[in-house]
């Protein structure tokens, strides 16, 4: 089974809801602003974005924000709960450049050199997203001058480094605590 078929799965689902309680509570939001997170990011509008991971869409709504109307962003998360709730958020908001997709990473489905950016706000280091299939993926659907921002949670550790190792990303810089590279 893979990774997009078991977020179909009731009760990884279940077992999920507790932290989309967090993802979504106002302390979150107290603690970290999204907008500036997303500002670390380089995030500038007309861009098309892969927000990898988007959970319940705590960065969805404000990065289709900051891209504008003339900005695309594909809002991916593996697990069916997920995707329905930013959905929800999505049309509430009356966004018309978002898109949001139950799918795996490690298998976009999209096309190559597609994305201007890829943001990997907090799904990095995890035990699903082994990066020397992740990173790979990424470099495919980014643009050639494309960026990649990883935003980690809940340390940092020695992905930064990792990131690194296969060649595919050049690190530019940290801002707002999101290592912003790109590809090479």
């Known amino acids: 089974m893979n990774t997009e078929e078991s977020g179909n799965l009731r ?34 509008t007309g861009q098309t974005v892969l927000e990898v991971g988007c959970g319940t869409g705590f960065f969805t709504i404000p990065a289709a924000k ?22 929800k958020k999505v049309e509430s908001a009356g966004l018309k450049n978002v898109r949001v997709v139950k799918r795996d990473a490690l298998n976009t489905g999209l096309n190559t050199a597609s994305m201007d950016m890829v943001l990997l ?4 280091p995890f035990p699903s997203l082994p990066l020397n299939r992740l990173l790979p993926e990424m470099h495919r659907v980014l643009k ?5 921002a990883v935003w980690l949670f809940p340390v940092s550790g020695l992905v930064p480094k990792w990131i ?12 707002n605590g999101v290592y912003n590279y790109r590809r090479c």
Do not use: C, H
């Open 144 to 148: 050639p001058q494309g960026s990649l």
């Open 121 to 124: 706000f907090g799904v990095i």
């Open 164 to 175: 690194l190792e296969p060649g595919l990303f050049t690190f530019v810089g940290k801002r």
């Open 66 to 87: 900051l891209l504008g109307d003339e900005g695309r962003l594909v809002a991916m998360d593996p697990l069916q709960d997920y995707t329905r709730r930013v959905s």
């Open 11 to 44: 009760v990884l689902n279940w077992l999920f809801k507790p932290a989309g309680f967090l993802m979504e509570s106002r302390l979150r939001q107290w603690l970290m602003n999204p907008v500036k997170t997303l500002e670390g990011a380089g995030i500038e």
